[in-house]
């Protein structure tokens, strides 16, 4: 199984929106509507930030969003903000009891 | 406090064994799934290996399967991970990861809410 493909780098200005996307097939992220979203700062372990392509857990800022069409799912940064500049990762169910992930997005605040 | 503890890495030969353990407290062990996400140097995260709570369902990525083994110990509130035939591309931080929602496919959860700090396995000669 090949792993998601994610754009290596994505940027935005303090209080702008950001879109990280996350591409599939239609065996993985265009199958089935488990994807999620982690966050990993540098030396850090990995925050759940987005599961279920949408749904947010608790204490999670609603400035985080998700959503998919077709085998692209998407992350959306609004109102970005200096602590949002991180790495982010997604991950989609891929059918016959497998999990992949993508291989990462670097997010910068300009 | 919900925690994870990761423990066991180290370096080892190319062939060589090591088990990892992740110990676990703050919650209710025995009703979680629970998983391995490891992350070679400079790489990103690629899913190991999950297992149920009650150990009815294991998986493992083909990369792994038939060289590692998950296994728990909900009295101990303990996960461990077996790996034998260790080579090189196994190289990587190793991860507990917590299970968080329910996937009917999978049959456990997708997602990882709760992580632990990492061990780090070096696979070289």
């Known amino acids: 199984q090949s792993a998601l493909t994610q754009p290596p780098s994505a940027s935005g200005s303090p209080g702008q929106s950001v879109t990280i996307s996350c591409t599939g097939t239609?065996?993985?992220?265009?199958?089935?509507?488990?994807v999620s979203w982690y966050q990993q700062h540098p030396g850090k372990a990995p925050k759940l930030m987005i599961y279920?392509?949408?749904k947010r857990p608790s204490g999670v800022p609603d400035r985080f969003s998700g959503s998919k069409s077709g085998n692209t799912a998407s992350l959306i940064v609004s109102g970005l903000q200096a602590e949002d500049e991180t790495d982010y990762y997604c991950?989609?169910?891929?059918?016959?009891?497998?999990?992949?992930f993508g291989g990462g997005t670097k997010l910068t605040v300009l | 406090e919900v925690q994870l503890v990761e423990s066991g890495g180290g370096l080892v030969k190319p062939g060589g064994s090591l088990r990892l353990s992740c110990a676990a407290s703050?919650?209710?062990?025995?009703?979680?799934?629970l998983n391995w996400v490891r992350q070679a140097p400079g790489k990103g995260l690629e899913w190991v290996s999950s297992?149920?709570?009650?150990?009815?369902?294991?998986y493992y990525a083909d990369s792994v399967r038939g060289r590692f083994t998950i296994s728990r110990d909900n009295a101990k509130n303990s996960l461990y991970l077996q790996m034998n035939s260790l080579r090189a591309e196994d190289t990587a931080v190793y991860y507990c990861a917590r299970g968080y929602n329910w996937n009917d496919h999978f049959l456990i959860a997708d997602a990882f809410d709760i992580w632990g700090q990492g061990t780090m396995v070096t696979v070289s000669s």
């Open positions: 703050g919650f209710t062990f025995s009703t979680y799934s």
């Open positions: 279920e392509v949408s």
């Open positions: 239609s065996s993985d992220i265009g199958g089935y509507n488990y």
């Open positions: 991950s989609s169910y891929a059918g016959s009891n497998n999990l992949i």
């Open positions: 297992i149920s709570s009650s150990t009815s369902y294991i």
